[in-house]
């Protein structure tokens, strides 16, 4: 639970200029994904909303499906690697394609249902 955690990495997700998310990722379910996403932090990118249920930034991050599923609830993260996004689920989504599941959104989730054309993400680890 503390950013120095070997099993947990708190990240912090800006909408720059809006508002902050306080996030986890957990090692154990994506290890490689994880450790590619954290050595690449800070991460920072146009911001794109894909229906009612989605948002996410895409990165230079390349890897591999670990444990890939298609259902996803509001409040999970995940890696798409066919275009190598973070994904952040505002609403519960069965996706086409399997992705990484990386972790949890740990505050509150409003912020993402309102994502506007032009807002901009920055995703640092916390302090």
């Known amino acids: 639970m503390s ?8 990240i912090i997700l800006e909408i720059k200029g809006k508002s902050e998310l ?9 290890p490689n994904t994880i450790a590619k996403i ?15 249920s989605m948002a996410y930034v895409e990165t230079a991050i390349d890897t591999g499906v670990e444990r890939g599923r298609k259902e996803f609830k509001k409040g999970d993260i995940a890696f798409l690697t066919s275009n190598s996004s973070i994904c ?17 959104i740990l505050s509150n989730i409003e912020p993402l249902g309102e994502l506007k054309t032009g807002d901009v993400f920055r995703i640092t680890q916390a302090a």
Do not use: D, W, Y
């Not at 950013?3 to 708190?10: D, N, P």
């Open 3 to 10: 950013a120095g955690s070997v099993s947990r990495v708190e």
């Open 22 to 30: 306080r996030c986890e990722l957990k090692r154990h379910l994506a």
């Open 38 to 52: 954290v050595r690449t932090l800070p991460i920072e990118g146009n911001a794109h909303v894909q229906g009612n």
């Open 88 to 104: 952040f689920f505002f609403n519960e989504l069965i996706s086409s394609k399997a992705m990484s599941p990386i972790g949890k």
